[in-house]
């Protein structure tokens, strides 16, 4: 847990394995409960955090490697930003679209939490490997 420019990051890692995402939502409850966010927000929270989550359970060590998965929880006074990074594979969010350019079975988690959120990023993990999704939800 470090502090800075007004906020508080929490860190979590965890192993790259379905049955750990429950603990990203523990945090995330934790986190709503400290901020006093409405029932109906945490729960879009959590449903974009566990599809962001997910993404990188299933898709980032697809060769049978082990990894983990890192969630980083910033707490702005005017906001909350969640960074789900992986080292795995990678992930090119445009691979997610059928030839007629609609959103794959796949691909539906992205377009969730580009609903809830008010902005989302999609890239590769800062080192370079790995993939980072980072979606933030403004707090008024």
């Known amino acids: 847990m470090t502090r800075a420019g007004g906020g508080l990051t ?3 890692s965890i192993p790259a394995r379905a049955e750990y ?22 729960a879009d929270l959590k449903l974009a955090l566990t599809e962001a989550a997910s993404n990188s359970v299933r898709h980032a060590y697809r060769d049978g490697g082990v990894g983990r998965v890192d969630i980083a929880y910033e707490v702005l006074p005017d906001r909350l930003v969640i960074e789900v990074t992986d080292e795995g594979g990678g992930f090119d ?48």
Request: with cysteine.
């Open 21 to 42: 995402i429950t603990l990203c939502r523990l945090a995330l409850t934790g986190i709503g409960r400290v901020r006093e966010l409405s029932e109906d927000v945490l």
């Open 93 to 140: 969010p445009v691979k997610t679209r059928d030839a007629q350019g609609d959103l794959s079975e796949g691909g539906l988690g992205i377009a969730i939490i580009r609903a809830i959120a008010d902005a989302v990023e999609i890239g590769a993990h800062p080192n370079g490997k790995g993939s980072r999704l980072r979606f933030e939800k403004a707090l008024s």
């Open 10 to 12: 929490v860190r979590l």
